[in-house]
């Protein structure tokens, strides 16, 4: 190519690629400069308007607080059992049979069926366990402790529940009956910061030593929550000592007829849980019959399911996780409300600006996004307080739940909360604001003549409604919680549980008599008795019993309740017919049943008919009024109390009023005597009464915080939106001052339609409390009824806080100097 046209061509190219280059660059920046301008003009609205953006900032970041912490909770529940590996296919055994004409179930399998379970194709692997009621005095060196919560385990269990051995083989978890496998936490508890495995742990009150062979450590979101384990085999020993020689199954392993053993399987990939699920009621049809068995059908609850739904599958805890989840959008929908209310508020003071920056170029689209820039940076800023916050109250919200959440930025469920938070709240306060301020009409936004439109005046009434809407709504919820929980601690349970505290038996067991006599002579003490298991938290029952006209095809389901001679009298208990226990032999022979019991069995004339339980063979002798031997959440089913010396395992003491002090000395004096080896331990059955509760207890706290919070961000609200009235009637507040209207009537005119707006949110939040609370209230058998004048209570409640909220601005806007309102426009 000749020299000239080389020049020419490679000044063409050059000024292309230069054009280019810089067209490319001039891409690249403008959007950068734009942001740039966005965050600017951002920054100095702020700046400009510190009172509104202070407000608004506040608001956001005490809605995000509420939302991140509540749904921190509903993660934390939804967790439970989804880190195990293989969680799909792991399920948890269920029986159900038919019981006085209902269908019943339980967690817990008889052992006998965990051992032939092997048996079932379609089942790699199972695993059974059992609470260990004893309590264990276990000692190293120096360190002497009182453990109960223990249980007995399948070496299988842990490789089946993904359990994770810091120390020792998952594959070989014990050596022999004298291994223990401790928490991490217990391992800590005993040997500090040393190596836990191949340590000897001594049971002094048996003389017994266990030698430690693993250490492993349990998420708190594990269906497994024991603080350590022992072989299941050591409940085989004394019945494989006597069966000597014998082949098959002994002990526990043999035994059908204790459903007291939950069991976890592991199925094969592609096994349907159905067809084991038949298998298995086949196998114990085939290998034991009762009335149980007769109706006995299987089903396998997934692992995924056990903490959060019942064991019907029914919805369980995950109303409470679906209700606060709810909770958490409705606070952050108030929030936004809240911030959307204060935005629109300045749009008067924004007209001019809005319509200068259309006349010099700005689009309907630059403007959007330039509101939009100013809310993200309104919620960051939100966010950031809110992070703080979170912080601040983090330890009083875990006291609050009972729980030991955590909250670390870079968790990923964490980051998953401020996510959705953040999500929730960004569109529902940006984009409307954005919209009606971009729309403004430039020329009569310099005039100041535009107008918001009758459309947006009534989407901000019904925000306004729904805000207060809802806060009615959790005072109503909270009303009634209270009253539910009030209404259980006051209600009459049927025995008298004040001044009442128990204790263990222990080495007392045998000379229960002496012990009872020795206490009774203490003037601090005014009644003794003793059952075989907690009066409140009856746990035994069995269908295996009969009396004249049963119907064999229909097994009745009874509880059982073993207990010494003084128990009515003891724990007040009222008899209403037939006669208690004398302490004679022939009260073997005697059964008092309760007034449910005897409904359920549809007998006439009871006393001294014939009534068999287990294998014993006797009559009824004697009917006590029903009592509340399980939590209000259950109906009051048949119970029986049976005079049996043999199966008392817990003493009860009713200490004279005022006197409780010195009754538990006197008790403790009588407690060395007998068991040296053990640290006295004691709990009031009012603690025990509540403590049953507790869940109850903590989702009304948990209501009065939510509420509160939802009325304070409503109030910011409402104070928004009367700023941006008493903005817009600036001139006419003015004219009407001059023309002699008094401070009241104005107030009264500014006020009035708000006051109308929350009378129409307490109207229709009513019905609507009254359906979730009525929801809530199917929970428990027993129930305070919902009564009328809890609504008006909320609604005159709202109103209250509305005309505190509403009359502090509008009394400022009617104390204004008329000529000032005059000149303002």
Not at 328 to 351: D, E, G, H, M, P
Not at 397 to 426: E, H, P, W
Not at 727 to 744: D, H, N, P, Y
Request: contains cysteine.
């Amino acid at each position: 190519m000749p020299d000239w046209r080389l020049a020419i061509f490679n000044m063409l190219a050059g000024n292309y690629l230069c054009n280019w280059h810089n067209s490319v660059c001039a891409n690249c920046i403008k959007p950068l400069l734009m942001f740039k301008n966005y965050w600017k003009t951002a920054f100095r609205s702020v700046r400009n308007n510190k009172f509104t953006s202070f407000i608004s900032i506040f608001g956001l970041a005490i809605g995000l607080t509420a939302g991140i912490l509540i749904l921190l909770w509903c993660q934390d529940e939804k967790s439970y059992n989804q880190s195990i590996k293989g969680a799909a296919n792991i399920y948890r055994a269920v029986p159900g049979f038919m019981s006085g004409g209902n269908k019943s179930y339980f967690p817990t399998v008889p052992p006998a069926l965990g051992y032939v379970a092997k048996q079932v194709p379609g089942i790699e692997k199972s695993g059974r366990i059992t609470t260990n009621w004893n309590e264990m005095v276990l000692g190293y060196k120096d360190k002497v402790f009182s453990e109960r919560n223990s249980a007995f385990i399948d070496p299988a269990l842990f490789d089946v529940l993904d359990i994770a051995f810091i120390e020792g083989n998952r594959q070989m978890p014990f050596h022999d009956n004298r291994s223990i496998v401790l928490t991490e936490a217990y391992a800590k508890k005993y040997f500090g910061n040393e190596a836990a495995l191949g340590k000897v742990i001594t049971r002094q009150d048996k003389k017994e030593s266990y030698t430690v062979t693993g250490v492993v450590k349990m998420p708190h979101n594990s269906q497994v929550h024991f603080d350590y384990f022992i072989p299941f085999n050591i409940l085989n020993e004394s019945a494989a000592a006597t069966a000597a020689g014998t082949n098959g199954p002994t002990g526990e392993d043999a035994d059908w007829n204790n459903y007291d053993f939950e069991m976890y399987l592991r199925l094969t990939p592609g096994t349907t849980p159905a067809a084991v699920a038949a298998a298995l009621t086949r196998l114990q049809k085939a290998n034991f019959s009762d009335n149980i068995t007769r109706t006995l059908e299987y089903h396998l609850q997934p692992l995924s399911q056990v903490h959060l739904y019942n064991l019907d599958g029914s919805d369980g805890l995950i109303t409470m996780v679906r209700i606060f989840t709810w909770v958490a959008f409705v606070i952050l929908l108030i929030a936004s409300i809240n911030y959307i209310n204060l935005t629109t508020a300045k749009a008067a003071q924004r007209a001019r600006e809005i319509g200068v920056r259309k006349i010099i170029g700005a689009g309907k689209r630059q403007l959007f996004f330039q509101f939009v820039g100013e809310s993200v940076l309104v919620f960051l800023m939100a966010m950031v307080v809110s992070v703080l916050l979170v912080k601040l109250v983090f330890p009083m919200y875990n006291a609050l739940t009972g729980k030991a959440l955590s909250f670390n930025l870079f968790d990923t469920a964490v980051l998953k909360v401020l996510c959705i938070t953040m999500a929730v709240t960004l569109v529902a306060s940006a984009v409307y604001p954005a919209v009606l301020l971009s729309s403004f009409r430039p020329l009569q936004a310099i005039k100041g003549r535009f107008s918001i439109g009758r459309g947006n005046h009534l989407l901000r009434k019904l925000l306004v409604v729904s805000q207060f809407g809802f806060s009615v709504v959790f005072i109503i919820c909270t009303i009634i919680i209270g009253r539910q929980l009030n209404y259980i601690r006051q209600m009459n349970l049927g025995l008298d549980r004040e001044n009442v505290f128990r204790i263990d038996l222990k080495n007392m067991y045998g000379r229960y008599d002496a012990v009872k006599d020795a206490l009774l002579r203490e003037p601090s003490i005014a009644g003794v008795t003793a059952a075989g298991q907690d009066v409140l938290q009856v746990s035994s029952n069995t269908t295996t019993n009969d009396w004249p006209g049963k119907d064999p095809a229909k097994p009745q389901l009874i509880f059982t309740l073993p207990v010494e001679r003084d128990f009515l009298s003891a724990m007040r208990i009222k008899l209403v017919a037939g006669k208690g226990f004398s302490g004679t032999a022939a009260d073997s022979n005697y059964f008092i049943l309760n007034e449910a019991a005897i409904r359920e069995m549809g007998l006439k004339d009871p006393i001294g008919k014939s009534f068999t339980l287990y294998q014993t063979k006797g009559i009824i002798a004697g009917i006590v009024q029903d009592f509340h031997y399980l939590n209000m959440h259950a109906k009051i089913g048949p119970c029986v109390i049976l005079w049996k010396p043999q199966w008392l395992g817990q003493l009860y003491v009713r200490a004279a009023a005022g006197h409780t002090q010195d009754a538990l000395a006197a008790v403790q004096r009588v407690w060395n005597n007998y068991n040296p080896g053990y640290p006295f331990a004691y709990v009031f059955l009012d603690d025990v009464y509540n403590k049953m509760y507790t869940a109850d207890q903590r989702t009304g706290a948990l209501f009065k915080v939510f509420a509160f919070i939802a009325i304070f961000i409503s109030c910011l609200g409402l104070f928004g939106l009367m700023t941006y009235t008493a903005q817009l009637k600036t001139r006419e507040i003015g004219i009407r001052k001059v023309l002699g209207a008094s401070v009241f009537s104005v107030t009264g005119l500014l006020a009035k339609d708000f006051i109308r707006l929350v009378v129409i949110a307490v109207l229709i939040a009513s019905p609507v409390g009254w359906y979730f609370m009525n929801s809530w209230l199917q929970n428990f058998a027993y129930r305070s009824p919902v009564s009328w004048w809890v609504f008006p209570l909320a609604g005159m409640f709202a109103l209250l806080i509305a005309v505190v909220t509403l009359s502090f601005q509008a009394i400022r806007a009617a104390l204004a100097k008329p000529v000032k309102s005059l000149r303002s426009e």
